[in-house]
């Protein structure tokens, strides 16, 4: 039992870690396999392209090459560590284990310059872990949510204060403490939104996406409401979601992910995995939602077919709700969300398994949505701002988007609904981004990781 413990904890964790050892060997070839490219291949998109995501880990060293190479080849499917085993050799998971098990960071500093950029970066807050989500108050102070679940006011004076009265979160793998969201007429109702992954009543190991909505009376939640519960709860550790987004009308969209259930959930809709959600505000149902005369389907229901959507934003002109999503390897997507329509997971999609093995040979087919815009490789997006601020002219109406794996915030330029032109920014920061915002100023905010901390991109004139 202890083993099985750690073995799964440390699954999850697999690629989050680093040795921190520096008079160990950096070559790559090991065991007749050169470890490099194939680490590329394979593990970069979702934990670095320099094993960046193994820091977070400090116990690197309670685990053998031998002990890595095993968690490579049998995965933990509920933690979201995939299965090698049929798809490489023995010695090319040796080779894998050595490199991740010698790898050395010390050449992989990252000197920040944004001497060639056209944008300064300001450290608006320091010192968190990791800042899923955050929104600004009227009177000009940010609300953060870090994923460990816990939600603080940075005041304009610089004060830092937790914000007391949450529900617990299941803060395990990608779940925790995600979105915040202010109601359109917050001044007027004051109701504030948080989506966050909960802990069932009758498995503690199992949730889902929630999502609850609050008052604010100085640094304390009241009146609080629960307005949406994801169902079935689950024991897997990611796909979560969850992105909200208000649109003109005032009617309330969520995502929530497909769970890692992708043969169980996202094609049916009895269920509230790998879906967009549309609610009223109080989380009651509209009436015209698509599903809210089909018999037993989650009423709830707007589009169905996603993987796992960390964007959700309302054009600032057109009113129409854009969503990007993270693909398997490759396929990442951004699309246009519509009432009633089929985006394809994972009956069609333009990526394979983690593993390089494939589970559909289609990328098309009747009655299901193709993207606007697909990622080959997988950038795995999370976070989505619209420019609707004259402080970027030149970038009036163009799409953000974060990448985790790759580590920038993307510029997206838009004719219409077609992608022309795409410029990466905040590569010289080496970091995560997890959320982007434009706040009240009119300035772009981004929620980093790495350390965590939030920064601002000021124009150069």
Known sequence: MKYTFVLSTFLFGLLFFACQQKNRPTSS??????AKPLYAALCSSCHGQQLQQFKSLKTAEKYSAKEIAEFIKVGNIEKGMVAFGESLEENQMVSLSEFIKNYDYTDNQTVVNTADKNYEVETIISDLEIPWGMEFLPNGDM???EKKGVLSRFSKEGKLTPITGLPKVRDGGQGGLLDLKLHPNYEENGWLYISYSYIDDKDSDAGNTAIIRAKLEGNQLTNIESIY???PAVNTAYHFGNRMVFDKEGYLYLSNGDRGKRDDFPQKIDNSNGKIHRLNDDGSIPADNPFVDTEGAITSIYSYGHRNPQGLVMHPETGRIWEHEHGPKGGDEINLIEKGKNYGWPVISYGINYSGTTFTDITEKEGMEQPLHYYKPSIA?????????DVYADWKNNLLIGSLSFRYLERVVLNGTQVIYQEKLLEELDSRVRDVRIGPNGYIYVAIEEPGRI???????
């Open 29 to 34: 070839v090991i065991a007749g396999v050169d």
């Open 143 to 145: 609300l953060v949510a």
């Open 229 to 231: 519960k994801g169902i």
């Open 381 to 389: 997006p999370c976070g989505m701002a619209f420019v609707d601020s």
């Open 455 to 461: 920064i601002k991109l000021i124009p150069k004139s």
